[in-house]
């Protein structure tokens, strides 16, 4: 079996989807559904069970002898989550079980970390995962701190040559969009928050610049297209000598105004833009520019080629969020 933590989630719902297209149905999701519709991005999949997390020790007590990997993406992801404790309880601590529990039955790992741990990334976005090159780090909320927190450890064990899972590997998200995040309501993509005001006719709003080197709308991002970050974890799948930390991302970094003409023209309206002051309590921390260094997943052997923006737009846009079915 393979259990897919998170399963139900955004990223997770995505992988779960791509693996029984390829033909498995012994899939475990490991998620809470509660009471909305996020049980929609699981409806159309063939599972084996749907374990919620609080049960998922003594399911593996009982059935671990079946499992042969594990994606942990389960998560609490909120960049505005405050209570830290539940944070750690969800991010870190049962990162760590599951780490341990894989090392001991010999089941490969692969994990969700995130760009989120880079915090203000005043040396850029290098996935050095080294202990000294991670201690160097400043994430910037208790959401990139824990996925942090768990790269570090994963690092010192490593490092120290403790045992590990027979492969392991963790993934540093950059700014992923596609189906199936509905769910996440004001913590989805741009993409999908922009949307319903440009087929409304409304202008879409993005942040003034606060910066003088950066035009209003300037600002860039990593965003990378949901179908590549579960191509590079099928790859995984297929390749169980691979093992270590990864950027996410596509390696290019384009602006929120690229992002805005591309949802206007797959909506296929002309671009009408409106720009806004960035809000006073974050705009210390904004981040003007993030972009994924790629160099070691792809001398790791990676070969796939990502999505282009423009096209990734077009996808998410017209074969989801306007069809009368927008669930993968």
Known sequence: MIIVTGGAGFIGSNLTAALEAAGRSDLVVVDRLGTDD???????????????????????ARHGDTVSMVFHLGAISSTTERDADLIIASNFTLSLFLWDWCTAHGVRFVYASSAATYGGAADGFDDDGSPAALAALRPLNPYGWSKHLFDRRVARLVAEGRPTPPQWAGLKFFNVYGPNEAHKGGMSSVVAQMLPRVVAGEPARLFRSHRPDYADGGQRRDFVHVDDCVAVMLWLHER????GLFNLGTGQARSFLDLATAVFRAAGQPPRIEYVDTPVEIRDRYQYFTQARMDRLRAAGYPGQFVPLEEGVRRYVQDFLLAPDPYR
């Open 240 to 243: 169980p000598d691979v093992s």
């Open 38 to 60: 996020k049980w929609r991005n699981l409806a159309k999949r063939e599972l084996a069970a749907i374990v919620p997390p609080e049960d998922l020790p003594a399911w593996l």
